[in-house]
């Protein structure tokens, strides 16, 4: 699939897409001094030099709170998520998804930020870091008390239904789907087809591996306005568009922005790539902590291969002093 320009025309699709075989960039390596113990001191200066850098965050972000990512290090997807176009096909696929996604959701709701988040939330109250922009939906950012975030994939706290429009709460819906799937969770706990635990098997997305049988007797949840079984947590799917409007306010904060922090994220996907690459386009200074290659290495002023919780807890104690 062509990646869009990095201002798409009106109507330009706006898609978050995946590739399941291993991408080129994957396999290249970080530049050495970007895991020198100057790194982080690097990182630091042209962060003083450029206050209110915006950042933009990937599933990196969240792994220490026991959310994981997608991809290992090699690139290559760990697990194939649900797809906008097969989510929407038919009843069968969204049971499939509401019922992993009701078992997965009482873990993935229990999430609590971590030391990244918080620093991120320290160093944004110094004013070194500016707005956030994150692919994440599990509103970590927030909870750490991180203000001016915008959610690029949407927030999984919100169900909209696809046949007219109603908005709902994700507990509320999580409440209604306990009454109707009595017992369920107890019925699929248990081995997961791979050996695993199912409770181990939470995705970036909130949902869970679960064998197919188990999937059959779950009732799927309704929309209480018009009856359709159409809700959708109000996030992006593989494959789905995000809003013109967001990205448009997302390319307006990279146009303002005197610098770009990447956190966490392989930028795998076009829909985080594109600001890194409208920002090189700008000459500001585009920086990325994250373990392993990125795809946006290319555009990179400086890159720190490092952990990312003690990455910025030092920056934030450096600021703080």
Known sequence: ???PASTPPAGAPLTRTDDAA????ATSQPPPEARSPEAVDRLAAVLRAHPGA??????????????PDYRGRDGTRRVMPMQHGEFCASTENRRRYWARSFVGWQR?????????HRAVAALQRTGVLGPVLTQNVDGLHQAAGSPDVTELHGSLADV????????????????????ANPGFETLVRGEAADGSRVSSQIRPDGDVVLPDAAVTGFRLPLCLVCGADTLKPDVVFFGGSVPRERVDA???LTDAA???LVL???LAVMSGLRFVRHAARRGIPVMAVTRGPTRGDGHMTLRVDAALAPTLERLARAEAA
């Open 250 to 252: 997302c390319y307006a």
């Open 22 to 25: 291993v991408p080129a960039w």
């Open 258 to 260: 005197p610098a770009l």
């Open 54 to 67: 915006l950042v933009l965050t990937g599933a990196g972000m969240s792994t220490d709170s026991g959310i």
């Open 264 to 266: 966490g994220s392989s």
């Open 108 to 116: 993935f709701s229990r999430a609590a930020p971590n030391a990244g």
């Open 160 to 179: 909209v239904c696809l046949t007219c429009g109603d908005r709902s709460d994700r507990e509320q819906l999580q409440a209604r789907m306990v009454v």
């Open 1 to 3: 699939m062509p990646e």
